[in-house]
């Protein structure tokens, strides 16, 4: 299969590009290798892809208007899958998982869909949109808390309050992706935060952490229900923070 792929040197682009290309699928990577975090980092994940059979890659924005239509014409691609944006996914195994397997199937058009109560992830024409993610909220204390154990030293944070346009709860409904391709991402946040951090310590060669600090002891992985909260004389002191955040000791 003949796959067009945007941010193809990013997080997520790069560890897809190598699993299509692993199964077999021609990959034709865009990518505009911006300066958002270091491109260095960038270029030693295509640095993995090129020469491999079936990738191909070019440095293009997605605002040149020119560019895109003739890079369309000229690939003709079989499935597109955009991931061009900025940085911030930390878990990648259960994304790749999501995205091959939405990428099999061909999406079906809604034949009851209405314009006057339309579904917003169906359409009349063959379109699905489907959530990867994390279908348990965790709350932003609680992270802090794992990434703390992982790194092995404390954060030193900054208590803000909300700022406008914060989101106070969010999470993704995998319910459609589970129905139509069998698929329910698993990566706790503790599994993901440490793999990260082992990650970035093997990448930038800074010497890890004890193991007993790097692994959390198994209280830690706790249930929804008891995660951690703010203490009470730190929701006494300031009742509106709800945001935290962290600076690097």
Known sequence: MRILMTGTAGFIGFHLAKRLLDRGDEVYGADNLNNYYDVRLKHARLAQLEGRPGFT??????????????????VRPQR?????????VRYIDDIVEGVVRVSDRVAAPNPSWSGE????????????LYNIGNHNPVELLY?????????????RMRLLPMQPGDVPATYADVDDLRRDVGFKPSTTIEEGVHRFVDWYR???GRTPAPSSVLRPPSSVARPLSSVVR??????????????????RP
Request: proline share 10%.
């Open 57 to 74: 890659f070019q440095k293009l924005d997605l605002a040149d208007r020119n560019a895109v239509p003739e890079m369309f014409q000229r």
């Open 202 to 204: 093997r990448y930038y």
């Open 230 to 247: 703010p203490t009470e004389a730190l929701k006494n002191r300031a009742p509106s923070i709800r945001k935290a955040r962290c600076h």
């Open 80 to 88: 597109v899958v955009h991931l061009a944006a900025q940085a911030g």
């Open 143 to 155: 992270f802090i808390k794992v990434l703390e154990m992982a790194v092995g030293q404390p954060a």
């Open 117 to 128: 109560r339309p579904d917003p992830g169906t359409s009349k024409a063959p379109c699905k």
